[in-house]
């Protein structure tokens, strides 16, 4: 029997997303159980897939309309590809259950629009995880990527400025992914990843393939903003709205990475990425660059989701920096990065979002007060908080702990001090905000408990977010906790098989 | 050595049981029935704690693994004698000091209450965490646990001096922790392939001197709790919080956590035959050394009352660190034996501060003259505290100190010798002005016209319990002594 789960996984969102652009003309009401009734589907196929191939510990490979392999279209599914489908599918249904309020209250008018692009957006990244097929690869870049303008550009009165920034820029790294391909094709005359890789090694010394190499990693470090080239990012993502940055910031860098990483092991191989070409150091300084860079940045923010997107910046530091360490601690953390990363980010996007519905400002004083008034989200906002720092036992913590094993295996210190370092600017800046909703407003006496002030007193009110967003977004910050204590277990059971083993 | 050991789910239970009051603690609509949580909570942790003390004086280890988060390591509890130590004082102390919350907290009507409880028990968790970890990662995870869960109780008040304090303590400990413990914790982990505490360490045969060296330092300063010099200021500026956090936290759970952290790695990761081979141990007592004669001397200069306790304190806690560089078993039993001695003597002192505040509202020194006649009890507690701390009979903490000079004997360090009776001096000259002040003033001298009442019940009994313990600590050290002593044989033994 042929495995057509691959299929199911991204072809559901693809229809959906149609049926739902459909429903918005016909009743506004249906839009959103059927793109919910989609990522669902999507959901449990890839969850599915990442069972089977855990269990089986072999890769799943589909042919579209059957047409074998390098001539067809292949979707392979393996341990790190099943892996981010489970991460995509689940940010992109969580983020959806818990942007229903939000999305109904700031598109009205648009909202079959607004859930038909989200869902076309997760499908797009869906694909790109699972293609087995270089250019099938960028043709679903582009359909993310431009499902990705759109939603962006649907947010704030200056979204769409910072829109034509980000598609000018994307458009350049998309344009440069694609002109790698078509070198690859014209040195090899194929598309196929897997052919690709057999056909490689016996022209290690070409000219053509090397700059296929360098154009196509130059092209994903603009869209993953790497430094120097991140300017797009954090306009793009703090002028987006609440349902859109929810969906965008956890999954675009993160998806960005891990093409990075599937070309450069299963494409290039890890003999040319790392022994034929000498670019790993540098690599490495530049994500150290990207993470001083990033975590400088952020702390100069006085809004609060702006300064969430330049700790993403610092982030892909973390993993670019973790995978060119070149060995397996560094490149398990990079990828345990990648679903850890995601989750976090969700988490805090999630917060902004319910931070915004309840103050109806992105100010960071404006968060004063709120551990008296929202102690349930505060609560799930100080775990967030914790991981990025990386304070066991959440998530972000375990990371940290492979990325600075990696470091230090690889004699690289100075990353390791990078990382250090962006730790600790993170305890600062959550801190510092967690201070304003923890002291503010002042009061001048504090004994007894007459009026609370605010400050989780007897007298305090308590008015907490809506449940369907509260209710998911405590999920996603208690998954903080349950990802940190499975963090070995999904590197020695899953991510151990992604990494070649010629890597140690 | 080998050890027997028993698997027993009990020091997990022992850790889990202030957290799983804490939902009890929070829905509590009635005040009474809040705080009997926290006592029934208290006591079932004490009662755990003291169900596995005969086992482990039989020479026994209790081992239980929660969760193994790398396939050779895990949140894993390991209940030995050094660690039993330390767990019986924090458990049985949390039950003390609750008393006394009470007494203080309504006695003040401070706000948010249900608050200061519920962080109460993490912290305490926390605590018997660290003392029963099994491996570094777990001390790690329980240490950061304690870190957090004491911020809001040190910025209790929050005003904006709790604010600056807090970002004080914030900057000192976690700086310190993820700063300079974390890469050490790793960096450790890549030589050694483990982080299991063994008897003698797992450095040996596998980290060169100048790594060791620095490893140790970066351990020593990175549990910044210890407050060891330069990473001490936080620990006068944490005196912001009501006075029973200080009691407990900041003479017992919170710095002991990084005293017992320090000398855990010391002795179980580190290993004294390390320290000794590649001379880290003499670098360690010089430091503090210094850190005990400096805390000392600053502590004179003091007129804030729990300032001065605080300073004395991080003296204190150096003769810990100390006795463990010392290497000799004397020095090694009388830094072990001196985290039990010093909590008992140092909490009397915070609860007598406190009641103090809470009878007069006078915190600072020079504004209690005359005050023993007013509040005999609370001064006579006062009494019997600081003779403890200072190591005169017949206070506890002098079997503590007695074990500490007679391990720089032993060892031939009269340096170290010097260093600590001349710092009994000074702690004598601090402690002794205070109570000469509020019992032998004459009339005229005496700054009290009002009569003042002594503190309210709940204040005064906590502190004339531990006052009792401290004395009775002189004439039966055993239990303590024993599990110091049984502590430092398997360090040495084998």
Not at chain 1, 46 to 52: C, E, I, R, S
Not at chain 1, 212 to 223: E, H, N, Q, R
Not at chain 2, 413 to 432: E, I, P, R, T
Request: charged residues 10%; hydrophobic residues 55%; neutral net charge.
């Amino acid at each position: 029997m042929v495995n057509t789960l691959p299929a199911l996984v991204i072809i559901v969102p693809l229809l959906a997303a149609l049926m739902v652009a459909a429903a918005g003309f016909i009743d506004k009401r249906a839009c959103f159980p059927v793109a919910v009734a989609a990522l669902s589907v999507s959901f449990l196929g890839a969850a599915a897939l990442l069972v089977q191939v855990v269990n089986t510990g072999l890769a799943i490979e589909y042919r579209f309309a059957g047409w074998a392999a390098p001539m067809g279209i292949v979707y392979v599914i393996d341990h790190l590809s099943a892996l981010v489908l489970v991460v995509i599918t689940a940010v992109s249904l969580v983020n959806l259950v818990s942007s229903k309020q939000t999305i109904h209250r700031e598109f009205a008018d648009k909202e079959g629009a607004f859930i038909s692009l989200y869902v076309l957006f997760t499908a797009g990244l869906i694909g790109m995880t699972a293609t087995g097929d270089a250019f099938n690869l960028y043709v679903l870049l582009e359909i993310a990527s431009l499902s990705g303008y759109a939603l962006i550009g649907l947010g704030k009165a200056r979204a769409p400025l910072a829109t034509l920034n980000y598609l000018f820029l994307g458009t350049i790294g998309a344009t440069f992914y694609l002109l790698g391909v078509g070198y690859l094709y014209i040195a090899t005359g194929s598309l196929n990843m897997a052919d690709l890789a057999a056909i490689l090694p016996g022209m290690k010394d070409s000219g053509i393939v090397l700059f296929a190499f360098i154009i196509m990693l130059s092209g994903l470090f603009v869209k993953m903003a790497l430094f120097p080239v991140h300017g797009w990012l954090p306009g793009a993502y703090s002028q987006s709205s609440s349902a859109a940055a929810g969906l965008i910031a956890p999954l675009t860098t993160k998806v960005t990475v891990y093409i990075m990483v599937r070309i450069c092991l299963n494409l290039f191989s890890v003999d040319y990425t790392f022994h034929q070409l000498n670019v790993s150091d540098f690599l490495v300084w530049v994500a150290i660059a990207t993470i001083v860079f990033g975590s400088l940045s952020a702390l100069a923010q006085t809004d609060y989701k702006k300064m969430l997107t330049y700790i993403i910046i610092a982030e892909v530091g973390y993993m670019v920096g973790g995978f060119f360490l070149g060995n397996r601690m560094g490149m398990s953390g990079a990828i345990l990065h990648i679903v850890n990363d995601a989750v976090m980010t969700l988490c805090l996007f999630m917060a902004a979002g319910i931070f915004l519905w309840k103050t109806g400002s992105e100010e960071r004083g404006d968060l004063k007060g709120l551990f008296g008034s929202m102690p349930f989200t505060m609560a799930g906002f100080v775990l967030a908080g914790l991981s990025i720092i990386g304070v066991p036992p959440t998530c972000g913590f375990f990371s940290k702990w492979y990325l600075v094993s990696g470091g230090i295996a690889a004699g690289q210190y100075a990353f390791v001090a990078a990382l250090l370092f962006s730790s600790l600017v993170n305890a600062v800046l959550f801190f510092r905000l967690f201070e304003i909703s923890y002291f503010e407003p002042f009061i001048d006496h504090h004994h007894g408990s007459d009026d609370g002030g605010g400050h989780g007193g007897a007298g305090a009110v308590i008015q907490e977010a809506p449940m369907a967003m509260l209710v998911p977004f405590l999920f996603v910050s208690i998954m903080l906790l349950v990802l940190g204590i499975y963090s070995g277990r999904i590197v020695t059971n899953i991510i151990h098989f992604a990494i070649p083993a010629g890597v140690i | 050595m080998t050890m027997e050991t028993v698997l027993s789910v009990k020091p997990f239970l022992a850790v889990l049981v202030s957290l799983v009051v804490i939902p009890f603690i929070v829905v509590s609509r009635n005040q009474n029935l809040r705080e009997s949580w926290t006592f029934i909570a208290g006591t079932i942790k004490f009662l755990l704690v003291l169900s596995m003390l005969p086992l482990v004086l039989k020479g026994k280890v209790i081992e239980y693994t929660v969760v193994q988060i790398f396939p050779d390591l895990g949140i894993a509890f390991r209940v030995d004698a050094f660690g039993m130590l330390f767990a019986l004082v924090a458990s049985s102390l949390w039950i003390v000091t609750s008393i006394y919350s009470l007494g203080y907290m309504r006695s003040l009507d401070e706000h948010s209450q249900t608050r200061y409880y519920s962080f109460f028990a993490v912290a305490l968790s926390a605590t018997i965490g660290v003392a029963f970890s099994a491996n570094l990662l777990t001390l790690y995870l329980f240490y950061e646990m304690l870190s957090l869960a004491t911020y809001p109780l040190v910025t209790h008040h929050q005003d904006r001096s709790a604010r600056t304090s807090g970002r004080k303590y914030l900057f000192y400990i976690l700086g310190g922790s993820i700063g300079l413990a974390l890469p050490a914790m790793l960096i450790t982990y890549h030589f050694t392939g483990t982080l299991d505490f063994a008897a003698h360490g797992v450095m040996a045969g596998h980290i060169n001197s100048g790594l060791a060296l620095v490893l140790s330092l970066m351990f020593l300063f990175g549990f910044a709790k210890v407050g060891i010099m330069p990473m001490h200021s936080w620990l006068p500026a944490a005196m912001v919080a009501p006075t029973p956090v200080s009691a407990l936290l900041h003479a017992v759970a919170v710095v002991k956590v990084g005293a017992f952290s320090v000398v855990r790695v010391f002795t179980g990761i580190v290993g004294v035959d390390t320290l000794a081979t590649f001379h880290i141990n003499g670098i360690i007592c010089a430091i503090a050394s210094i850190t005990v004669v400096v805390a000392s001397l600053i502590a004179l200069s003091q007129d804030e009352l729990k300032r001065r306790l605080a300073f004395s304190t991080i003296g204190q806690l150096s003769y810990i660190v100390l006795g463990i560089g010392l290497l000799s078993a004397s020095g090694m039993t009388g830094g072990m034996l001196h985290i039990a001695m010093h909590a008992f003597g140092k909490i009397t002192l915070f609860f007598c501060a406190g009641a103090i505040f809470c009878a007069t509202g006078i915190k600072n020194i020079s504004q209690m003259k005359g005050i023993g006649r007013q509040m005999p009890i609370t001064m006579t507690a006062f009494l019997i505290g600081s003779l403890s701390v200072v190591g005169l009979p017949p206070g506890g903490g002098f079997i503590s100190k007695w074990y500490l000079v007679m391990g720089t004997i032993e060892s031939g360090q009269m340096l170290l010798l010097l260093v600590l009776l001349g710092s009994s001096f000074l702690n004598a000259a601090y402690f002794f002005p205070v109570f000469y002040n509020a019992f032998f003033l004459s009339d005229p001298e005496m700054t009290f016209e009002n009569r003042v009442e002594e503190a309210p019940i709940w204040c005064v009994v906590p502190l004339t319990i531990t006052a009792g313990i401290s004395m009775v600590l002189f004439f039966y050290p055993q239990p303590f002594l024993n599990l110091a002593k049984l502590a430092v044989q398997s360090i040495n033994g084998g």
